[in-house]
């Protein structure tokens, strides 16, 4: 079992930044893949960004591309998002997930979920 704890969220402007923090506690969370997600009101859950347990690679959706930066601390047990040059489309609740990651993108290649951050952007 892994507990995941989500933190950072908050109000910022568009073209503004905020950073995510994802604390995991439970099994061995360096052999999961990480990830975030995120769901605006009235829509599905979408993935955001990526990264794998074993060599760090990262992925990324479109939208969010040359913006965001995941990363993580396996000695911390985190995982970190970076978001920059924020627009008001990217106001979500965003969550973090960890599993085995395949594909990265689908919400059902993750078991354990938090329990999500509110990120604000206005316009």
């Known amino acids: 079992q892994v507990q995941l704890v989500e933190s950072g969220g908050g109000l910022v402007q568009a073209g503004g930044s905020l950073g995510l923090s994802c604390r995991a506690s439970?099994?061995?969370?360096?052999?999961?893949?990480m990830a975030w997600f995120r769901q605006a009101p009235g829509k599905e859950r979408e993935f955001v960004a990526a990264?794998?347990?074993?060599?760090?690679?990262?992925y990324y959706a479109d939208s969010v591309k040359g913006r965001f930066t995941i990363s993580r601390d396996n000695a911390k047990n985190t995982v970190s998002l970076q978001l920059n040059s924020l627009k008001p489309e990217d106001t979500a609740v965003y969550y973090c997930?960890?599993?085995?990651?395949?594909?990265?993108?689908?919400?059902?290649?993750?078991?354990?979920w938090g329990q999500g951050t509110q990120v604000t952007v206005s316009s």
């Open positions: 990264i794998s347990w074993s060599f760090g690679n990262t």
């Open positions: 439970g099994r061995i969370f360096s052999t999961y893949a």
């Open positions: 997930a960890a599993g085995h990651g395949t594909p990265v993108e689908s919400i059902y290649a993750y078991d354990y």
